[in-house]
């Protein structure tokens, strides 16, 4: 888990399994990225998107919550 971020946003959905939860963030280095937690609370893991925009971070988190992006809980 890194420790060089700025966390922008959080997106939250409730599903049967538990809530969803991702922190849309922004790297020291100025990247934009994801951090995300299974609907256990675990945390699962961060994604970083190079060269990207913040609204493309924002997307990913509101896939991932929707269940249209997955990630397995390991």
Excluded: W
């Amino acid at each position: 888990m890194r420790n060089d971020i700025t966390v922008l946003s959080q997106y939250m959905q409730e599903h049967t399994e538990g809530r969803a939860r991702v922190e849309v963030f922004k790297t020291n280095d100025g990247e934009h990225g994801c951090r995300f937690y299974g609907p256990s609370g675990a945390f699962l893991k961060d994604e970083i998107y190079i060269g990207k925009a913040e609204v493309y971070a924002e997307n990913a988190a509101e896939n991932y919550v929707l269940g249209i992006k997955s990630i397995n809980e390991s």
